[in-house]
């Protein structure tokens, strides 16, 4: 069974960049295709982002579209997100998992953008 875990997050200023980390167990992830939700304070979760188990397809939310890349590297079993031009209204817990969402959650890691 994959495991999760996300890193990365912080505290940035509108027009800041971060990069997320998604670090996956097992040697199943290669084999999944992942994506990058998000869940605001009083809001559900949403999907950001989405990728092919090879990398080679991409999908976006129109929100981030042109702000925000997902990536991954199956030969370390690890996934990013690199956001850009960071937004107020894109504070959230920002979580990993295949898409669709089979994997238990990880803890998530918390963005901030506030000046």
């Known amino acids: 069974q994959v495991q999760l875990v996300e890193s990365g997050g912080g505290l940035v200023q509108p027009g800041g960049s971060l990069r997320l980390s998604c670090a996956a167990s097992g040697s199943d992830f290669r084999l999944y295709r992942m994506g990058w939700y998000r869940q605001a304070p009083g809001k559900q979760r949403e999907l950001v982002a989405t990728?092919?188990?090879?990398?080679?397809?991409?999908n976006y939310a129109d929100s981030v579209k042109g702000r925000f890349t997902i990536s991954r590297d199956n030969a370390k079993n690890t996934m990013y997100l690199q956001m850009n031009n960071l937004k107020p209204e894109d504070t959230a817990v920002y979580y990993c998992?295949?898409?669709?969402?089979?994997?238990?959650w990880g803890q998530g890691t918390q963005v901030t953008v506030s000046s």
């Open positions: 990728i092919s188990s090879g990398g080679s397809s991409t």
């Open positions: 998992n295949a898409h669709p969402a089979t994997i238990d």
